[in-house]
């Protein structure tokens, strides 16, 4: 017999009272931001530029002009990041979007090709001022959600419990039993062989032409990430500055980046940076990371000028932080796979 289609009352039923809890925390984030001063924004969805991270592949398309020979290829933004950035350059000083965003290549329990990004921007602030909005956004959310706590594949986490905050050097020595920063003597292009070494000691044999990176996600989903939220959400920080991504270098230890990441139940949720506003660096960055995506996938994104325009006109100093929306709610409401918490099903991907 087919399946029934996700329409079906009958089928709908099963994930509707996840779809209303998704409603009911979306309605009272976004009362908490406004409660905290916030405006909410809408960025456009087609960029030039759909952000830059190596290993995330972008959904293109062709924009035509009312000239039929003026035709340019944009992308559907992995991220609103550059554009709410930009915001910030206008004077907008703290702002928030939900945002649908897309990256090809993802579908598991947890991740879909179109999903919604709950981002938000403060002028003024660091990346430790995000992680008190994490703690009261979250314990928002979970109220909403009319639950106590997390229970998600048999883990659970208390967000009302004191929240964890440890350091990825602190991780890598607790979990894997490794000195992350001793296997990276030149922090900005850590070689890979004393990793390679410590990989192999611990059981996770090197592949040839693994990069340090590439050991450093193979240990960490292995090891670490299992490991981090369980019982209490966990704030991982101050990633290895070759990962900074688009974060500032620490002030006191250059070794390491103002980047967190919020973890509960095992799961990422938030990705969080003090921001980056020296226009040179971000460029070379830019163009290393394209460097690197067209040695590993032969192709490469455009840069957004204006970005760099306007970081050179001038960013306040200031933090931003992306957090997974769909995987919130599911926490909040007791869905256990991203498709429950979703209102329709992306197109051809239906079953």
């Not at 003597?185 to 890979?192: G, K, R, T, W």
């Not at 007791?334 to 429950?340: F, N, P, Q, S, V």
Request: hydrophobic fraction near 40%; glycine fraction near 8%.
């Amino acid at each position: 017999m087919t399946e029934q289609p996700w329409w079906h009352p009958e089928r709908f039923a099963r994930r509707r009272p996840f779809l209303e809890g998704r409603a009911r925390v979306a309605s009272r984030v976004r009362a908490w931001f406004e409660g905290q001063g916030f405006i909410e924004v809408e960025t456009p969805a087609l960029q030039v530029s759909p952000g830059l991270e190596p290993h995330l592949i972008a959904f293109s398309t062709e924009l035509v002009g009312p000239n039929p020979d003026d035709r340019r290829t944009l992308y559907l933004h992995t991220s609103p990041e550059f554009a709410m950035k930009k915001l910030l350059v206008a004077g907008v000083p703290r702002l928030f979007q939900f945002a649908k965003v897309f990256r090809n290549g993802e579908r598991s329990g947890t991740h879909s090709p179109e999903f919604t990004m709950l981002e938000w921007y403060r002028a003024g602030a660091g990346y430790r001022d995000l992680m008190t909005d994490c703690e009261a956004l979250v314990r928002t959310a979970v109220r909403a959600g009319g639950r106590e706590g997390f229970e998600w594949r048999d883990r659970t986490c208390d967000p009302f419990a004191p929240w964890e905050v440890l350091t990825v050097a602190e991780a890598f020595d607790r979990y894997a039993g490794i000195d992350l920063l001793a296997t990276a003597p030149d922090p900005q292009a850590p070689d890979a062989g004393l990793l390679a070494r410590e990989a192999e000691r611990i059981g996770i044999s090197p592949h040839a032409g693994d990069s340090w990176e590439d050991l450093f996600f193979r240990i960490s989903l292995d090891l670490i990430e299992p490991e981090l939220g369980m019982g209490r959400p966990t704030f991982l920080t101050d990633y290895p500055v070759s990962m900074a991504a688009l974060s500032r270098p620490r002030a006191d230890d250059p070794r390491v980046a103002e980047r967190f990441e919020l973890y509960a139940c095992g799961l990422e949720l938030a990705n969080a940076f003090g921001e980056l506003t020296d226009a040179g660096i971000q460029r070379a960055r830019f163009q290393a990371d394209m460097d690197l995506k067209e040695r590993l996938y032969g192709e490469r994104y455009p840069i957004d000028a204006d970005f760099l325009a306007a970081l050179e006109f001038g960013m306040p100093e200031s933090a931003g932080i992306a957090l997974g929306f769909d995987r919130l709610s599911m926490l909040c409401t007791g869905a256990r796979e991203i498709e429950d918490i979703l209102w329709a099903p992306v197109a051809g991907l239906e079953e």
